[in-house]
Nanobody, 118 residues
Framework: VQLVESGGGLVQAGDSLRLSCAAS????????MDWYRQAPGRQREFVAG??????HYADSVKGRFSISMDNAKNTMHLQMNSLKPEDTAVYYC??????????????WGQGTQVTVSS
């Protein structure tokens, strides 16, 4: 399963961005899709995710970020509003999926940079 993120960029505090993660390959079904982020000098941390139609968010982004899924296109979007400088990081998409052989695989995207200036 290949994951490609897009939508990152440089914005000012208070602005919005929409990230997308498109999954492709021999996918039978996607079980989970998540967003993580990693800021310089910090560990990668969970941001938001969706599994079985239920969305989950880190406390730091609740009320500001929201996930939506386009199941027909195997694409997940992350709408980020009211961005803060501390949201600056490389954002990674991760997915757990069953492929056509019946095997469960976990994949990561290459990441997309989000920079929020104050």
């Amino acid at each position: 399963v290949q994951l490609v993120e897009s939508g990152g960029g440089l914005v000012q505090a208070g602005d919005s961005l929409r990230l997308s993660c498109a999954a492709s390959g021999s996918i039978f079904s996607i079980t989970t899709m998540d967003w993580y982020r990693q800021a310089p000098g910090r560990q990668r941390e969970f941001v938001a995710g969706t599994a079985s139609g239920t969305n989950h968010y880190a406390d730091s982004v609740k009320g500001r970020f929201s996930i939506s899924m386009d199941n027909a296109k195997n694409t997940m979007h992350l709408q980020m509003n009211s961005l803060k400088p501390e949201d600056t990081a490389v954002y990674y998409c991760s997915a757990g999926a069953v492929i056509i052989t019946g095997e469960f695989v976990t994949s990561w995207g290459q990441g997309t940079q989000v920079t929020v200036s104050s």
